[in-house]
């Protein structure tokens, strides 16, 4: 995807312990239509095409205008009490031998609808250059929404887990909108900037000098109202940076509501929330207020800059009243489209800063790609060897000097005090993780050489918590897979013991499990992760005590099933629970940095 990429050759990586917010603002301050060119790149027909509609509308517009004056001559001369005397001007003079060429007559019907069609042209362009930029913007914020996804989805592992769900949920949510706002802003900023164009040029044609004079006057009050522009930047920035961590905090809350009420605590989310809540609302009025200030302040100078020009061209120069008629009306209209450039100009930069997060959390994540290893498909036939492996996180050893055989077609489970590393050895043997020291291999090959994505499409994984998808149960275990018959999944629930209470359900395999997989109990989920883990017929499958919600008589059913399992496949179990260890071939117990100790059970 180009967005980002081509973002990238430009944006040298953040310095260590320089905030990523300050380098990239630093960055686009500088260079305030950045983030128009970025997109204008990655989409060139799209933009090449809502420039052409723009530029065509802006000339039908312009002649449109031209026709004006000839007709206001026509108008005023029509009545007997007007006093233009005045010979054509160079502007008008231009537009009579242009219609005289094209054989139009100088009437005021010919004229009028010479007007009309003009405007009709302008309308049909413009409602082509807006359909474009409306298009483009919804496909920048899919085409942004899909790129960190994507990105995200293939980091490291522990580049991910490091990374709040709620940052990521904004990212994709409010974020990427903004950005897609912030392009449709720039582009009507550029429509509007065309047609203020339009009008000074034809106004040039009438009177360079007032229009020199009017031009120099417009660019003083947008100068003078940039700082408001300025403080909506800042505004914009601020909200972004807070949504973030709003959004973080905001899901971390949402995840522990239960304690929180049950120990009618829910006042502390409230707190917790308030402060950013509370500063994310100054900076919305802070914002509200620049864009307010900019709508009344501007408009009040244009008109004051417009009355003096027609009290200077009627009352002090004594001009031709059509043509200042002529000025005020295309150099008001100018004004009014160059306020507009500005009033959107500052919509932009309001929710630019989103745009540029979100490039940054992007381009973070693509720095953070995990490499899948070499081109072996393993068979899984002899088994998994782990030989001295040793892993830290952050510098916190969590295995040392780790020997440990997992043999194929075997059930082995490993088990030992929490935080003595059971999960990080699943994580090392899935590839999710790579050992600091030491080698794995698998049926002797070393693991550098397995193609990963090859191998874990042989894994069946069941975590440690289920959470199932708001869907069928059908859906929970096929999910979604178009190759997945309804038939494998109801033999994938045999397999895992879940047949039976999934059959007395109201709508069986279509019953809707609600939020997280909240109408099923703890048991039940599990049984129909089970079932997920199995429908692939996986060669390694491994439970992260999976069977822990799950009463006696479950369990042993499910243990049943798991021993009948290890014909086909190889299962590694973690387990605080003696039933599944003593139905194990081999049970690697581990203390608090690893030192293992190895027993074959007694079956
Ligand atoms: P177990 O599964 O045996 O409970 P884990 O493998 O989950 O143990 O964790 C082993 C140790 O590593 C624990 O002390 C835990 O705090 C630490 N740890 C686990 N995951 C991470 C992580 N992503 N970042 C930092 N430390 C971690």
Do not use: C
């Amino acid at each position: 995807m180009q967005i980002a990429r081509r973002y990238d050759r430009q944006h040298p990586r953040p310095r260590p312990g320089v905030s990523i917010a300050h380098t990239v603002l630093q960055d686009y301050e500088r260079l305030p239509m950045r983030l128009m060119l970025n997109l204008f790149r990655a989409y060139p027909m799209a933009s090449f095409l809502m420039v052409l509609a723009l530029f065509f509308s802006g000339l039908a517009e312009g002649l449109g205008l031209s026709a004006m004056l000839p007709m206001l001559k026509i108008v005023l001369n029509a009545d007997p009490n007007a006093a233009s005397t005045e010979p054509p001007g160079q502007m008008e003079q231009m537009v009579l031998d242009v219609l005289n060429w094209a054989g139009i007559p100088v009437t005021l019907g010919a004229l009028l609808i010479l007007i009309v069609i003009a405007a009709t042209f302008k309308a049909v362009l413009l409602l082509i250059a807006q359909r474009q930029v409306g298009y483009t913007a919804a496909r920048v914020a899919t085409d942004l929404r899909l790129q960190i996804l994507r990105n995200m989805m293939r980091s490291r592992w522990h580049f991910f887990l490091h990374q709040p769900a709620g940052k990521l949920a904004n990212t994709l949510a409010t974020e990427a909108q903004r950005a897609a706002d912030a392009y449709m802003n720039g582009a009507t900023a550029l429509t509007f900037f065309i047609q203020a164009l339009v009008y000074t040029s034809v106004a040039l044609v009438i009177s360079w000098q007032a229009t020199l004079l009017s031009v120099i006057g417009g660019i003083v009050i947008i100068g003078l109202s940039h700082f408001l522009v300025r403080m909506t930047r800042k505004a914009g920035k601020k909200q972004t940076e807070l949504m973030v961590s709003l959004m973080s905090h905001l899901t971390d809350t949402l995840q522990s509501v239960k304690p929180l009420k049950a120990m009618a605590r829910e006042h502390l989310a409230d707190e917790l929330l308030k402060h950013e809540t509370n500063r994310l609302n100054k900076a919305l009025r802070r914002q509200v207020l620049a864009s307010a200030a900019l709508n009344s302040g501007q408009d009040l100078m244009f008109i004051m800059v417009i009355a003096f020009g027609v009290y200077l061209a009627l009352g002090v120069l004594s001009m031709d009243f059509a043509i200042v008629l002529m000025l005020a009306v295309t150099l008001g209209r100018g004004y009014n489209f160059l306020g507009k450039v500005q009033k959107q100009y500052q919509k932009m930069v309001q929710s630019e800063s989103a745009y540029w997060s979100l490039i940054e959390t992007n381009r973070r994540a693509e720095a953070e790609q995990e490499h899948l290893g070499g081109h072996v498909t393993p068979a899984l036939t002899r088994g998994i060897t782990l030989r001295d492996i040793g892993f830290s996180y952050d510098g916190n050893t969590v295995l040392s000097g780790l020997d440990l055989e997992i043999p194929a077609h075997q059930m082995t489970t490993l088990v030992g005090p929490s935080g003595s590393g059971k999960t990080t050895i699943i994580d090392l043997v899935i590839g999710l993780l790579r050992p600091d020291a030491g080698q794995i291999t698998i049926d002797e090959r070393p693991f550098e050489e397995i193609d990963l994505k090859a191998w874990r499409r042989m894994v069946g994984y069941v975590p440690q918590e289920t959470v199932l998808l708001h869907d069928s149960i059908l859906h929970n275990v096929g999910l979604g897979d178009p190759q997945i018959s309804e038939e494998r999944v109801v033999a994938a629930l045999k397999q895992a013991g879940a047949w039976d209470f999934v059959q007395d359900l109201p709508e069986g395999i279509h019953t809707l499990v609600g939020e997280r997989g909240g109408r099923l109990s703890g048991g039940q989920r599990q049984r129909v992760a089970i079932a997920r883990a199995l429908i692939n017929g996986p060669q390694l499958l491994i439970l992260d005590e999976a069977t822990s919600a799950l009463d006696p008589e479950s369990e042993a059913a499910i243990i049943e099933t798991l021993r009948g399992l290890r014909e086909q496949l190889t299962i590694l179990a973690i387990t605080h629970n003696s039933s599944l260890s003593d139905a194990a071939d081999l049970v690697h117990r581990l203390e608090p940095v690893a030192t293992v100790r190895t027993e074959a059970a007694e079956i």
